[in-house]
């Protein structure tokens, strides 16, 4: 059988994951428990997985590249398994570089296709609220970006 430290390392080598997807990964595996814990303190010791690292990156490329509000990002990174504190400090980080407003902006005049938000049903409002809340964005924004006042 395969050493538990090797196949991390390769699932590693392919892109970043948190430790909480290492252990998963290992344990679907058949690994043992004190294999995957064993393998998991060597790759933290020596800084080949690391949370924060990894939140980050995630962070980044939720809100920059996927347009997600800071909810949205904060949720994807639960998803992967990093710790409440560490997702938030990482939200907190990239959000400092990001305009969210920007962001809430962008994903309205993709919604809107070319349409003026005054000249939109009840029903074509709802759905684009509901779209943007989706991803991520505080109904408050959304509704002053609905007002037309972005107010940022």
Known sequence: MADAYIVALTMLSRRELSEAQ??????????????????????????????????LAAARMESTIRHRGRARVIQKLRTLGIDGEVAEAAVNEVFEEV???????????????????????EKSRA?????????????DAIMRRFKGNPDR
């Open 127 to 139: 759905r684009i609220l509901r779209s943007l809340a989706a991803q991520g964005f505080t109904f």
């Open 99 to 121: 305009d969210e407003g920007a962001l809430l902006d962008r994903a309205f005049e993709r919604r809107l296709r070319g349409q003026d938000p005054k000249h939109l049903d």
């Open 22 to 55: 290492i252990r998963t990964r290992l344990a679907r595996r058949e690994f043992e428990a004190d294999e995957i814990e064993a393998a998991v303190e060597r790759l933290r010791l020596d800084g080949t997985i690391n949370d924060r690292r990894v939140a």
